[in-house]
């Protein structure tokens, strides 16, 4: 079973910015997509971005131009690199990884933009 654990989160004024980081351990198979996903008080999760073991890249359109994804294949780690962060993008950030077996869920980092 795969365990990915998020770090990274905080605290920070708009216009500022955050990297979140996860690191996948546990039965790492073959990791196909590593991705974010974010849940905001009373809404649903949706996704952030995600990434393949190819380095081909997803990005909802909200965070497009702000946000940068990558991982390393060897580490089994995704970033989420956030820029220009806004008071909307505050939310609960999950990291998750798909491999054969299906997707496994980290317990969340929590990101608060606000002056």
């Known amino acids: 079973q795969v365990q990915p654990v998020e770090s990274g989160g905080g605290l920070v004024q708009p216009g500022g910015s955050l990297r979140l980081s996860c690191a996948a351990s546990g039965s790492i198979f073959s990791i196909d997509v590593m991705g974010w996903y974010r849940q905001a008080p009373g809404k649903q999760r949706v996704l952030v971005a995600t990434?393949?073991?190819?380095?081909?890249?997803n990005y909802a359109d909200s965070v497009k131009g702000r946000f940068t994804i990558s991982r390393d294949n060897v580490k089994n780690t995704v970033d989420l690199q956030m820029n220009s962060l806004k008071p909307e993008d505050t939310a609960v950030y999950y990291c998750v990884v798909r491999t054969v077996l299906g997707s496994s869920w980290g317990q969340g980092t929590q990101v608060t933009v606000s002056s």
């Open positions: 990434i393949t073991s190819g380095g081909s890249t």
